[in-house]
């Protein structure tokens, strides 16, 4: 099992940035895929970005894409959300994710399915 601590949200204008930070403890950290997803007001959560476990491979939502980079820290058990350009409609509360991957290689992505979450930071960006 591990657990997740996120940290960094808060406000943000558009256009400016914002770096998320998701820091694990448990299990080896360097087992897990790891994700970061987001829900906004009155939406379902959606995922945003993962990352594989070896750090090798990444995946972003389409909106985010060019925007924001996940990245990691295995020796730090952290992992990142680095959040250039943000939008209003960025505004959410994200959520860092883990999920094992017991393949060889650990390249493993995942949009869905995973099993342990953090409590979730809030990131409003203004206009």
């Known amino acids: 099992q591990v657990q997740l601590v996120e940290s960094g949200g808060g406000l943000v204008q558009a256009g400016g940035s914002l770096r998320l930070s998701c820091a694990a403890s448990?299990?080896?950290?360097?087992?897990?895929?790891m994700g970061w997803f987001r829900q906004a007001p009155g939406k379902e959560r959606e995922f945003v970005a993962a990352?594989?476990?070896?750090?090798?491979?990444?995946d972003y939502t389409d909106s985010v894409k060019g925007r924001f980079t996940i990245s990691r820290d295995n020796d730090k058990n952290t992992v990142y959300l680095q959040m250039n350009s943000p939008k209003p409609e960025d505004t959410a509360v994200y959520y860092c994710?883990?999920?094992?991957?017991?393949?060889?290689?650990?390249?493993?992505?995942?949009?869905?399915?995973?099993?342990?979450w953090g409590q979730g930071t809030q990131v409003t960006v203004s206009s």
């Open positions: 990352i594989s476990r070896n750090g090798g491979s990444t």
């Open positions: 994710a883990a999920r094992p991957d017991p393949s060889y290689r650990g390249s493993k992505l995942y949009t869905v399915g995973y099993d342990y």
């Open positions: 448990g299990r080896p950290f360097s087992s897990y895929c």
